[in-house]
């Protein structure tokens, strides 16, 4: 299940005090690339449950969030870990694309 962040407290709660490592999907809804990319990051979350959480932050409401992040395309895909930025990728890719992002970050 990948959980809609809505504000920065929800943010630091669910990203950066989470004990595990999670999957942030900044984007937009008037973005086709991430339209494009939400249903791979569903089936990830499906497939790391329990090992990595998944959210969306939509970068029109939480600008602040993007602006933190240094958010200036999207989509823009980041994996933290105790609160720091551990990868990144920006724009569209393959499903094994970002299982490798996944997998060389909880290594």
Same mark, same amino acid.
């Given at each position: 299940? !990948?959980?809609? &962040?809505?504000?920065?407290? #929800?943010? /630091?709660? /669910?990203?950066?005090?989470?004990?595990?490592?999670?999957?942030?999907?900044?984007?937009? /809804?008037?973005?086709?690339?991430?339209?494009? @990319?939400? *249903?791979? !990051? /569903?089936?990830?979350?499906?497939?790391?449950?329990?090992?990595?959480?998944?959210?969306?932050?939509?970068?029109? #409401?939480?600008? $602040?969030?993007?602006?933190?992040?240094?958010?200036?395309? &999207? *989509? +823009?895909?980041? @994996?933290?870990? $105790?609160?720091?930025? !551990?990868? #990144?990728? @920006?724009?569209?890719?393959?499903?094994?694309?970002?299982? +490798?992002? &996944? $997998?060389?970050?909880?290594?």
């Amino acid at each position: 299940m !990948v959980n809609e &962040i809505n504000s920065s407290q #929800q943010f /630091e709660q /669910e990203v950066l005090n989470s004990v595990n490592p999670v999957f942030v999907d900044f984007w937009a /809804e008037w973005c086709g690339p991430c339209r494009a @990319v939400s *249903p791979v !990051v /569903e089936e990830l979350s499906q497939e790391y449950g329990g090992k990595v959480d998944f959210v969306k932050v939509n970068v029109d #409401q939480n600008s $602040d969030l993007a602006q933190k992040y240094n958010v200036f395309s &999207i *989509p +823009t895909l980041a @994996v933290f870990w $105790d609160g720091e930025v !551990v990868s #990144q990728k @920006v724009g569209g890719a393959s499903k094994e694309s970002f299982k +490798t992002m &996944i $997998d060389s970050s909880l290594n």
